[in-house]
């Protein structure tokens, strides 16, 4: 399957920039997974990390849910992978598939898009429980764009030691 990467869009109010970066950087992450079988997935960046494109797709679906359904929904659900809400679990795919790994991904952003595309506005809050602090859906879109930007430059690194792919 291909993914389909559209750019974001250069002239666009707020929301809808903020929607195309994001979904932009998502798009990113599956194609750098394209092509690659479950090992090659799994491959660790070096040991005694846990680093593999397939943990990263595992941790990006850890941090949809945490701040679109936890955060900003007030749901209360554990995390993925991790009943505990130990993020690191998510990053060690050892024993996990494609299927698995990009079937939680998939859904918890389809959970994002849903709930962003519900909101009022990007000044809608909800409660960070690590501070307490009300985040409004503006930073929130705004910090997954870095966490999903600084993750893809990770899956660079990882694809291009699986078989030499740059630039995607």
Same mark, same amino acid.
């Given at each position: $399957?291909?993914?389909?990467?559209?750019?974001p +869009?250069?002239?666009?109010?707020?929301?809808?920039?903020?929607?195309?970066?994001?979904?932009?950087?998502?798009?990113?992450?599956? $194609?750098?997974?394209?092509?690659?079988?479950?090992?090659?997935?799994?491959? /660790?960046? $070096? +040991? +005694?990390?846990?680093?593999?494109?397939?943990?990263?797709?595992?941790? $990006?679906?850890?941090?949809?849910r945490? &701040?679109?359904?936890?955060?900003?929904?007030?749901?209360d659900? +554990?995390?993925? &992978?991790?009943?505990?809400?130990d993020?690191?679990?998510?990053?060690?795919?050892?024993?996990?598939?494609?299927? /698995?790994?990009?079937?939680? &991904?998939?859904?918890?952003?389809?959970?994002?898009?849903?709930?962003?595309?519900?909101?009022?506005?990007?000044?809608?809050?909800?409660?960070?429980?690590?501070?307490?602090?009300?985040?409004?859906?503006?930073?929130?879109?705004?910090?997954?764009m870095?966490?999903?930007?600084?993750?893809?430059?990770?899956?660079?690194?990882?694809?291009?030691?699986?078989?030499?792919?740059?630039?995607?």
């Amino acid at each position: $399957m291909t993914t389909e990467r559209i750019g974001p +869009p250069v002239a666009a109010g707020e929301r809808e920039t903020l929607r195309g970066f994001l979904d932009y950087h998502r798009a990113t992450l599956a $194609m750098k997974c394209e092509g690659l079988t479950d090992e090659d997935l799994r491959r /660790q960046s $070096m +040991p +005694p990390s846990t680093l593999s494109l397939l943990g990263l797709v595992r941790h $990006m679906a850890e941090v949809e849910r945490a &701040w679109f359904r936890r955060v900003i929904n007030g749901q209360d659900i +554990p995390l993925v &992978w991790s009943d505990e809400g130990d993020f690191q679990v998510a990053y060690d795919a050892t024993s996990a598939t494609r299927s /698995q790994a990009f079937d939680a &991904w998939q859904a918890e952003v389809e959970h994002a898009r849903r709930i962003e595309r519900e909101a009022e506005s990007l000044d809608v809050t909800g409660q960070w429980a690590r501070t307490g602090e009300d985040v409004s859906l503006r930073m929130v879109m705004l910090h997954m764009m870095h966490e999903y930007a600084r993750h893809n430059g990770h899956a660079d690194f990882l694809r291009e030691g699986i078989d030499g792919t740059v630039g995607v």
